[in-house]
T-cell receptor
Framework: DTAVSQTPKYLVTQMGNDKSIKCEQN?????MYWYKQDSKKFLKIMFS???????INETVPNRFSPKSPDKAHLNLHINSLELGDSAVYFC?????????????FGPGTRLTVL | QKEVEQNSGPLSVPEGAIASLNCTYS??????FFWYRQYSGKSPELIMS????GDKEDGRFTAQLNKASQYVSLLIRDSQPSDSATYLC?????????FGTGTRLTIIP
């Protein structure tokens, strides 16, 4: 009965490659998020979707493209990976449109770019 | 000025004592305030939310909010070794959940 799940848990790849991370939530929430946590553990929002519609798009390189096929899924595709993309990426979900209520986080995907 | 500021620690507290974690924020329009706990290698999990001035208690945890001073704190009573983790303060400027850099707490047995 996992609430927010992500795949894969670990991702090791070469610079220049394209990769995707998938996220699914079974909480019935309308809003999903992608966060990046860097090596200093700073957690920062990247994107937010409400009912498949993009509502928050922070200053993220356009190599990052989120996609929400339905409100239970939010995927993150990254083109032309760079060393600086190495981080832990967390998916989260909440009921509210804005981030004003509890957000539930997935287990994270540790991305290492070599 | 950072949107959310926390002392990064590490903060070491003897077992059974009170741990006090502090956070200041810059956006006066923020309406929702959260404390998340993150164990090493794990995802953040919510431990407290607070929306109005004053204290909110939940078991051993008490969150305190002072909007005039733009200050939110978390007290952990009777600290246990299992409380050792990084505590993330989060505020919602413009409805966007914004985290501080976290305070690493170590409970010493």
């Amino acid at each position: 009965d996992t609430a927010v799940s992500q795949t894969p848990k670990y991702l090791v790849t070469q610079m220049g490659n394209d990769k995707s991370i998938k996220c699914e939530q079974n909480l019935g929430h309308d809003t999903m998020y992608w966060y990046k946590q860097d090596s200093k553990k700073f957690l920062k929002i990247m994107f937010s979707y409400n009912n498949k519609e993009l509502i928050i798009n922070e200053t993220v390189p356009n190599r990052f493209s989120p996609k929400s096929p339905d409100k239970a899924h939010l995927n993150l595709h990254i083109n032309s990976l760079e060393l600086g993309d190495s981080a832990v990426y967390f998916c989260a979900s909440s009921q509210a449109v804005l981030g004003t209520d509890t957000q539930y986080f997935g287990p994270g995907t540790r991305l290492t770019v070599l | 000025q950072k949107e959310v500021e926390q002392n990064s620690g590490p903060l070491s507290v003897p077992e059974g004592a009170i741990a006090s974690l502090n956070c200041t924020y810059s956006d006066r329009g923020s309406q929702s305030f959260f404390w998340y706990r993150q164990y090493s290698g794990k995802s953040p999990e919510l431990i407290m939310s607070i929306y109005s001035n004053g204290d909110k208690e939940d078991g051993r945890f008490t969150a305190q909010l002072n909007k005039a001073s733009q200050y939110v704190s978390l007290l952990i009573r009777d600290s246990q070794p299992s409380d050792s983790a990084t505590y993330l303060c989060a505020v919602t400027p413009g409805g966007k959940l914004t985290f501080g850099t976290g305070t690493r707490l170590t409970i010493i047995p």
